[in-house]
């Protein structure tokens, strides 16, 4: 039994999205590459069908994933979620006070994860540490660095 996962309507959406995408254009894609090298001749010694049959088996491997995602996902009701409170979907903003910095992240899903916008997943040793706290709250979190203690200084919805 595989286990239900939680995305945000903007992340089931991508997903779908890019399964739509694999199915619609890059699958027949392969299939004409298959087609191709198969008209070549000696399918034991080409190389082209080779490749593009490893290439299906990949895209066949990744298709397969996303739909068990997607029948397995759950959207989070953004409007039950307690906003005192670090959530999964929270933008948090921390200040490191081993180091003065202050950073911001919204709490997301791991599959929605982008550090570069600051989506942090919730499966991250920061984000386990901060999920529960509120304003005003210290912690102090072991990271491949070693441990930093962080205070929650603000929490939007």
Known sequence: ??????FTEDGLRNLQEELDQLIRFERPKISKQIAEARDKGDLSENAEYDAAKEAQGLLELRISKLQEKIHNARIIDESKLDKSKVLVLSTVTIKNLKNGTTNKYTLVPEEESNLKRGKLS???PI?????GKKVGDKVEIKVPAGTIPFEVVDIQS
Not at 1 to 6: A, L, N, P
């Open 1 to 6: 039994m595989t286990e239900s996962r939680y």
């Open 122 to 124: 919730v499966e991250s």
């Open 127 to 131: 984000a386990k540490g901060l999920l």
